[in-house]
């Protein structure tokens, strides 16, 4: 199978919120995003198949406000109906040097920010260092040319919607960063 990808993307904002920023905001702001593939495989005697769907869209926040900031985002994918927190946090700025945050975001290990440059990521992503968010409690501190971030997951994000109870179990893989998921079909076919 061949596999085109097309991002178009139409953003109402672009923020990064750290808390350097010192004025007071609140911005609303979304994407949507549309993917066209052209399909043809090996044993099919058929014309090439070529279509595009809406791939991804998503509503999100940011605010800041005497030192407290808010962040959130909500996607949906509308092809696996499935919908779920994509990050969430309250962050407070202690101090010119230190600053502290909690709820869903991104862990601070690993590839930081969004790595991936294909329709199936990597490796990396897979194995939980890329783009990955839990629920936890974060800290990060400013030491001149040095900027250290600790952090303590609790759980994984939490578990949104998914359509298909085939696709989904108890642990939850119906969120936005990638985990290995046991089920008990794979245990009992081990046994």
Known sequence: ???????????IFVSSLRAQQKEDFFKLGGAIRFNTS???????NKALNTYIKLDTWYLSADAHKSGFDLS??????????AHFLHHGYIGYQIDHNLYIKG???????GIGDFASHSWWFQIPYYMGLEDTYNTGIGLSYQLSQWHFDFAYFRQAAPKGFISDNTLDNDVGNGRYSYAVVPTTENLINSI
Not at 3 to 11: G, V
Not at 103 to 109: D, R
């Open 1 to 11: 199978m061949k596999r085109i990808l097309f991002i178009c993307a139409i953003t």
């Open 72 to 81: 959130f985002q909500y996607r949906f994918y509308p092809d696996s109906k």
């Open 103 to 109: 709820g869903v975001f991104q862990k601070p290990f």
């Open 38 to 44: 052209v399909e043809n495989y090996e044993k099919s």
